[in-house]
């Protein structure tokens, strides 16, 4: 064997041998410390995905208690109402009409219903505060609006005057009103329109006529207006 070939050999039986203690090595490290680190990776990565996730309270007792208020009007001509409803897991209650404590309750066992007073003229805030005498637990209710109206709707007759005469069968009753109000002339509804303004040809009989003109608005305040026309024919 030349002295190249016998060099060659010697090069590669080095690098056999120094793989092979490489991987003996690799096992070694890899059976001694390598599930440790498998075990720790996993540790880590599984902490991280639990901080990623919402972290879950006992919130039965928030699911559990409840107010609820029974439907309320959204309009009155009253300047007080009936509020009711129930709790559960709650026995105080406090009433509030626009910003103010009206009216307290209290030893409420489920439901609960109480006359509340103090609206003011035009829309009024309501809400209220459910309490717990047994801890400081409070829970408020959806708000609610409530329009008080307590003047009269207004009624404005162009035609006929009062007492007036006619010669002629038919006449045309005009008139005006507010909106939202509803107009019947002697019991019978006739149509408003947008601006409040209104009409009705109404059928005379010979000698007197009563006309009656109603008006109501949508809380059912009423307004009325009498008047007195005659038919007389020609003769």
């Keep these: 064997m030349s002295h190249l070939s016998s060099k060659r050999s010697k090069q590669t039986l080095y690098k056999t041998t120094f ?21 720790n990776g996993s540790l880590f990565i599984n902490q991280l995905a639990n901080s990623s996730k919402p972290k879950i309270t006992n919130s039965k007792n928030n699911i ?3 107010i ?19 709790l559960l ?23 609960f219903s109480e006359e509340i007073s103090g609206l003011k003229k035009g829309n009024n805030s309501i809400y209220a505060i459910a309490k717990s005498s047994g801890s400081k637990e409070t ?41 939202e109000t509803y107009i019947h002339i002697n019991s019978l509804p006739i149509v408003v329109d947008a601006d409040g303004s209104f009409q009705y040809t109404l059928k005379l009989k010979e000698g007197e006529n009563k006309i009656e003109i109603n008006a109501t608005d949508i809380v059912d305040n009423q307004e009325t207006k009498n008047l007195t026309v005659q038919y007389i024919k020609d003769e």
């Design 139 to 179: 829970k408020k209710s959806e708000e609610f609006n409530i329009s008080y109206q307590s003047e009269k709707p207004t009624i404005e007759i162009e035609s006929p005057k009062d007492g007036e005469k006619f010669n002629k069968e038919e006449i045309v009753i005009k008139g005006k009103t507010g909106k």
């Design 64 to 66: 559990l208690n409840n």
């Design 19 to 39: 793989l092979i203690i490489l991987v003996i090595g690799a096992m070694f490290f890899f059976f001694f410390y390598g599930f440790q680190i498998l075990i």
């Design 89 to 111: 897991g709650y026995d105080e209650l406090e009433v509030y009409v626009n910003q103010e404590k009206v009216s307290e309750l209290s030893n409420i066992s489920d439901s």
């Design 68 to 86: 609820a208020i029974d439907p309320i009007p959204t309009a009155t001509n009253s300047s007080s109402f009936i509020f009711s409803g129930s």
